[in-house]
């Protein structure tokens, strides 16, 4: 997907037609650089039309292009009680009463798909009128003149400013991965009840605000620098935020954009957003048990099994039923891993794809799925690609993939060669969805040294000295759910990955697994502060002091859990309350 210059399909032929009305002047919306306006090449002539009269209002138009996870707002739409047109042809879009743009992915294909089908012009010409339309994420970025992504790329034009990546040397993680706070800049309708409550946004390129740009503006959000959060102007909405993963602020963004004349029905809780939040995330390890059914588990050192004559899988409720439950007590994110995918064939494995889709139907918070994720040939001999895999959970709830022992692999043949082949699962993924929606999972075990200098992996000096007094440690990555031992460690994986397209690293210890102690702060410290990508600390979280320390000790963007929620020893609120309390700012 790289360009060495401008790549969109969109020449220079004939103009969008302008439009005009008695009651408002949208001619002011298309931006025209030194005067001239963005021409399109199409051979169709495009009548603009508003909807019949009497038209539905309860339907709303989705222009989903096919790149990642767009059943999530799908799913928030029905909840607020509205059923959904898809765009099939340019048409469609003209014809739409309302248009919810959910842009994801990368910025270059999908203005090679507006492009090819005929929908950029017809999207321009929409927007040009006035009409009601609302842009999410991508959805945003794409209505700029161009965007440093892969490229430059030409966008739609119709607002100024050039779309470039946030500056990683300014001491920020990219991608930016999180719940934000937004600065109001204007009166809008769909930010009323926004007020002091966080946002969720996962995204590595942004637009900033100028002087030309300005009037569009109606929040920003700070990460480092001011970037646009969103924009307005007459009926005309975008956002670089998901309000379909942003709970119920979320949800009464798209309420008051879908219905205007709607009050706020119920009372949202009043937020104390300043800044980017630490995160709190549960994790469900799901599996099947002895009995075929599928079930949230826990390991103990990765060990699910309960120690009893009959052996039995550890069972700690359904993965659907906790999942909600997680998403009403507060979870920032919800993660399922799938523990024994690595052995089967996983589009087969249809509980699962089941438990997203069920699952992203109520949770309205980011969802995180892991397990099998790389290529497989099926009972017939079929191949199936990882970034096929990767589609099929997306296309069935998930936001963002976690990759594995695939990883691991990826990183040992780059780390050898030197080279970047572009085949690995992570590649792939990175390349069509944006490195945003991969997490690579570590699981690496402690191996104690006397001597820093006799192993060739990077290693720590211990808090807590090994079994015969050794007081440096260097972290062995493994695969297969912990059972093999690789030649590599975490250090030597994290910076790998990163390079080759992981957006944020969860960093797992077998050592500390179900023990409840704390997380390893020496280990998430080594890593955290050798990358640039968000980290997740997990494993040995036993009390809410364990979640303070890791974040005032590391710089661990987010903590999971996963035993200490499901056996409802530590509930997640109250963890969100002591880090408050302790002055570690949360979403609330």
């Known amino acids: ?39 399109y090449k199409s051979s169709r002539c495009f009548s603009v039309r508003a909807s019949a009269t009497g038209a539905d209002d309860s339907v709303v138009t989705v222009l989903d292009y096919g790149a990642g996870n767009v059943r999530s707002l799908r799913n928030a ?78 966008g739609l034009g119709l607002i100024p400013g050039v779309v470039g990546r946030f500056d990683s040397s300014k001491g920020i993680r990219v991608p930016h991965i999180g719940w934000n706070a937004l600065k109001i800049a204007k009166d809008t309708q769909i930010l009323d009840d926004v007020g002091n409550s966080h946002v969720y946004f996962v995204h ?12 569009w503006i109606s929040s920003t959000c700070k990460y480092s620098d001011d970037f646009i959060a969103s924009i307005q102007r007459g009926n005309v909405h975008a956002v670089q935020f998901h309000p379909e993963k942003s709970g119920d602020v979320g949800l009464s963004i798209l309420r008051r954009f ?24 549960a994790c469900l390890d799901v599996r099947t048990n002895d009995k075929g059914d599928l079930v949230v588990t826990k390991g103990d050192q990765y060990d699910v099994r309960e120690s009893t004559k009959e052996n039995e899988v550890r069972n700690l409720g359904k993965p659907v039923d906790l999942a909600g439950q997680y998403y009403k007590d507060g979870a920032d994110e919800v993660s399922f891993l799938n523990i024994t995918a690595f052995r089967d064939f996983p589009l087969g494995d249809l509980p699962m794809l089941q438990v997203l889709r069920y699952a992203s139907e109520n949770v309205f918070v980011p969802l995180t799925v892991g397990g099998g994720i790389r290529d497989f040939k099926d009972a017939n001999g079929r191949h199936y690609s990882s970034l096929e895999v990767a589609s099929e959970y997306f296309r069935s709830g998930a936001d963002k993939i976690s990759i594995g022992s695939d990883a691991v692999y990826a990183a040992e043949e780059y780390l050898k060669s030197g080279v970047k082949t572009g085949k690995s699962s992570l590649e792939q993924i990175s390349r069509v969805y ?92 080594l890593i955290s502060d050798a990358v640039s990508i968000p980290v997740i600390a997990s ?50």
């Not at 002091?545 to 409802?568: D, W």
């Open 77 to 154: 739409i029905k909840h607020l009680g509205f059923d959904i047109k898809d765009v099939q042809t340019p048409e469609d879009i003209l014809k739409a009463k309302r248009l919810i743009f959910p842009g994801v992915g990368a910025f270059a294909p999908a203005m090679d798909v507006l492009n090819k089908k005929g929908m950029a012009e017809a999207l321009c010409a929409y927007i040009e009128q006035d009409r009601p339309f609302l842009g999410i994420c991508l959805g945003l970025q794409l209505l700029f003149e161009s965007s440093e992504e892969n490229g430059p790329v030409k």
């Open 258 to 281: 879908l219905n205007p004349k709607s009050g706020r029905t119920q009372k949202l809780v009043q937020g104390n957003a300043s800044k980017l939040a630490k995160r709190v995330i």
């Open 434 to 525: 944006g490195n945003q929606a991969v997490v690579v999972s570590i699981d690496p075990r402690r191996v104690y040294v006397k001597d820093p200098k006799a192993v060739e992996f990077r290693t720590v000096k211990v808090r807590n000295p090994g079994p015969n007094g050794e007081e440096y440690a260097w972290y062995q990555c493994t695969v297969s759910g912990g059972r093999e031992g690789r030649p590599i460690g975490a250090y030597e994986l994290a910076k790998a990955v990163e390079e080759l397209g992981a957006g944020e690293i969860l960093l797992n210890c077998i050592d500390c697994d179900g023990q409840g102690k704390g997380f390893d702060i020496d280990l998430i410290k």
């Open 539 to 588: 494993s040995g979280a036993g009390a809410v002091e364990h979640f303070t320390e890791v974040f005032r000790e590391t710089n661990a963007s987010a903590a999971l859990a996963a035993g200490i929620f499901h056996r409802k020893e530590v509930p997640i609120q109250a963890v969100k309350e002591h880090l408050s309390e302790e002055g570690i700012e949360v979403r609330m």
């Open 1 to 39: 997907m790289e360009a060495a210059s401008f790549t969109s399909a969109s020449s220079t032929t004939t103009p969008v037609s302008s439009y005009s009305s008695t009651s408002h002047t949208p001619r002011f919306l298309r931006y025209k650089p030194n005067a001239k306006p963005l021409n």
């Open 204 to 215: 590595s390129y942004r637009a900033m605000p100028s002087d030309e740009n300005r009037e």
